[in-house]
């Protein structure tokens, strides 16, 4: 298991830009704001969507297909470094006009309308690196800690 420990930074609450891919926004918010370790909850509603399956067995990502516009019912994600640059890793749920959810990675998300709630971590970030078990880019181990 790896661990470490963090102090509490900042807290930020932001609205998030109609029109804006979820991801990308928070991950350019991390960066202007310095921030390289946190997590993330997001709340609200996207015009578009794309979750995504970790298929075990290929080592894939496998699309997840949502249809039309849809409530975000919850965004849970962290921030840590990938490539020198802080990386956004995101799960959402998502329900559509008849209230049948979906959920996986998130992929991508075009904001309708959306809040976001962001915690900095203050300490050493975990920096991800290719897990050759899972094929993932997983936390690894820092060599300060």
């Not at 959306?114 to 970030?125: D, I, R, S, T, V």
Request: charged share 20%.
């Amino acid at each position: 298991m790896l661990t470490n420990n963090f102090g509490q930074g900042r807290c930020l609450l932001a609205r998030l830009d109609h029109g804006a891919d979820i991801l990308h926004q928070v991950s350019c918010l991390a960066k202007e704001e310095g921030i390289e370790a946190g997590v993330l909850t997001a709340i609200g509603a996207l015009s578009t969507a794309e979750l995504a399956y970790y298929d075990q067995a290929s080592l894939e990502y496998r699309k997840i297909p949502v249809e039309g516009p849809v409530e975000l019912l919850s965004c849970l994600g962290n921030i840590s470094i990938r490539d020198g640059q802080p990386f956004v890793h995101a799960h959402a749920m998502v329900s559509d006009s008849q209230g049948r959810v979906l959920g996986g990675h998130l992929n991508t998300g075009i904001v309708f309308a959306a809040e976001l709630y962001l915690q900095e971590f203050l300490g050493e970030p975990f920096k991800r690196e290719h897990d050759s078990v899972t094929g993932l880019y997983l936390w690894g181990k820092n060599e300060n800690l």
